[in-house]
């Protein structure tokens, strides 16, 4: 059993029973055998923590007593659960601040006597341009007033988006500007033309930085990462990979020098390492 900072990674549990969502809901890594087995640590401790952590509540605000008197006066117990949000698929394409779909049931014309009636609440969408220092680039961006809100509390587009944990901005575009804008810190990449305005915002943004073979696994998908850890490999196979030509000629060179080394013919050796190579060997023989 791994542990790193409270996360387990790899733990091998008793409980066959549990599914890979119960056990990443615990800290643990359920999968030992295949490419997710092999992955990165720092990828399994951060896709550990994006099912343990739980989201910012933005559709309720969370009760702080454990107990609250009901109407005679005796305690009870409070039940603290976060409403069901459903994000959509438009929803990685934007950033909409921890907002979704909220279905539920409301009282016909807010008269108590009604019966009640389904209804789904949507945010309030809109469009906006981003400008973003690291990257120098402007974006057009499907956001809500909670985004607008999120940005100014962190001053800044490029602050929103590297602060703000997987789990709260639930978008895929989020993920991919924060990659881009770590690995444009990391390599200063940023305003190659102007090396003053590079370590200016190099200086700005210095608490972000995290290392090159981190920041280039951060916001990927399962599916992602072990493609990616599938090409790594094979690259490492292919790179390791000699054609066997190539070691048949290295040691024929090896046992020629010897030969020639210890004084002995060397034409016979050559005949020698032919006949192993002859495919009509066992046919003479």
């Keep these: 059993m791994t542990s790193i900072k409270g996360v387990q990674v790899g733990a091998k549990i008793s409980m066959n029973f549990m599914t890979n969502m119960q056990k990443l809901h615990r800290g643990l890594w359920p999968w030992d055998k295949g490419l997710k087995s092999r992955l990165p640590l720092h990828y399994k401790k951060r896709y550990v923590e994006t099912w343990m952590k739980e989201p910012a509540p933005v559709h309720y605000q969370p009760e702080p007593r454990k107990y609250v008197p009901d109407r005679w006066g005796m305690p009870m117990r409070t ?12 929803a990685d394409m934007g950033l909409w ?10 009282k016909k014309h807010d008269n108590v006597m009604k019966p009640r009636v389904a209804k789904v609440w949507k945010p309030f969408l809109m469009r906006r341009v981003f400008y973003s220092e690291i990257l120098d680039q402007h974006f057009d961006i499907t956001v809500t007033r909670r985004t607008l809100d ?23 575009l989020g993920m991919t500007l924060k990659r881009q804008m770590l690995l444009a810190l990391v390599r200063k990449s940023m305003y190659p033309d102007d ?30 990462a072990e493609r990616k850890q599938n090409e790594i ?30 004084g002995k013919d060397v034409t016979s050796s050559t005949s020698s390492w032919l006949k192993k190579l002859s495919p009509f060997q066992s046919e003479q023989k």
């Design 195 to 224: 090396p003053k305005k590079q370590d200016e915002i190099y200086a700005k943004y210095e608490q972000f930085v995290i290392p090159e073979a981190e920041a280039e696994w951060v916001g990927l998908s399962l599916y992602e």
């Design 97 to 106: 601040g921890g907002e979704g779909f909220v279905a539920g049931f409301k």
């Design 150 to 172: 999120l940005v100014d509390e962190a001053f800044g587009f490029d602050n929103y988006i590297l602060k703000t944990h997987e789990v709260d901005l639930k978008s895929k």
């Design 233 to 262: 490999e094979e690259a490492e196979r292919l790179k390791n990979l000699r054609p066997l030509k190539e070691v048949y000629a290295e040691e024929l060179l090896a046992e020629l020098k010897e030969s020639e080394a210890e």
């Design 79 to 90: 039940q603290d659960v976060p409403i069901p949000t459903i994000f959509p698929k438009e």
